[in-house]
């Protein structure tokens, strides 16, 4: 599976959302230059983030943009539907329709991978995610630096 660039950037502002959860509306112009996501295409991703209930907006000079619900409770798999459509390696994947058996003769073995996916996926919520990425920050700002 390879993401788009709409999945990736999405992904992107939606972590730094739930980085910044319980601290209020989160600006667009912080999320794009913490995220390098040019503004213009982060507020296509932000309207459609919104329509999908994974974030809600506010207006006025204290507004911004902020998680619907907590972020242990979106899943990275919902998510990536949202922003991206089917993740299905074929499309014979997506339907029940018995003819497609007979072209999809390997689609056994991707069912498998895109169940392994799905599962993993569906696992893996924004507060994981979030988790993650301080670790690693906290990690690089350990880390010894040597300079000769």
Known sequence: MLLSTKGDYGVRAIIDLAKHEGE??????????RRQIPEAYLDHLLA???RDGFIRSTRGPAGGHQLAKPADEICLLHLLESLEGSLAPMQCLENDDPE???????GWVWQEIYDDMRAKLAATSLSDLASHEREHERE????????I
Do not use: S
């Not at 497609?100 to 390997?106: K, L, T, V």
């Open 24 to 33: 209020g509306p989160v600006q667009r112009a912080e999320i794009a230059r």
């Open 100 to 106: 497609d058996e007979a072209i999809c003769g390997q």
């Open 140 to 147: 690089r700002a350990t880390a010894a630096r040597y300079v």
């Open 48 to 50: 459609q983030l919104r």
